[in-house]
């Protein structure tokens, strides 16, 4: 061994190590940009009445409007009272990104939850709930 290739020996492995690092680098960037973007999901973007809201008399109707067209297939948007009652009367309706359904008369003061299973456009089932009171009562948690 000469003196001359004792120092050389480290310079190219630290030569294999960049090139190897650069490979990874330039994989890295080309599964980045060649990646679809997600497809997202429909978010609540509004309702009528709105969430932890407290009314002075009670709404004929519930409309939730979404952040996409959606669709019920078998799901559902309906509301029942603090003991579980069912007051929604009827089936819910979905014109574009609007889900309602009609209340039944003659609602009393307290809490009402509102809860939803709707379909996304990009297929995925989105759930949720959320609460409002009629009249001084408390509000309850939507679980």
């Known amino acids: 061994m000469t003196a001359l290739s004792a120092p050389a020996r480290p310079w190219k492995a630290r030569k294999r190590v960049f090139a190897v690092l650069a490979l990874l680098g330039a994989w890295a960037v080309l599964a980045i ?4 973007p997600a497809l997202a ?3 609540v973007v509004g309702s009528d009445p709105a969430e932890s809201s407290r009314l002075q008399s009670p709404p004929s109707k519930v409309t939730m409007t979404f952040s996409e067209d959606v669709s019920l297939g078998a799901g559902y948007l309906k509301v029942v009272d603090s003991k579980s009652n069912i007051v929604s009367n009827g089936d819910a309706k979905v014109q574009g990104r609007n889900v309602t359904v009609p209340l039944k008369s003659g609602l ?3 809490s009402y939850i509102v809860s939803y299973r709707i379909t996304s456009a ?5 759930g949720g709930a959320y609460a ?3 009249g001084d009562g408390p509000l309850v ?3």
Do not use: E, L
Not at 33 to 36: D, E, K, L, N, W
Not at 122 to 126: C, G
């Open 33 to 36: 940009s060649g990646a679809t």
């Open 41 to 43: 999901h429909a978010t």
């Open 122 to 126: 990009d297929s995925h089932p989105i």
């Open 108 to 110: 009393g003061d307290g």
């Open 141 to 143: 948690a939507a679980t």
């Open 132 to 134: 409002f009171v009629v």
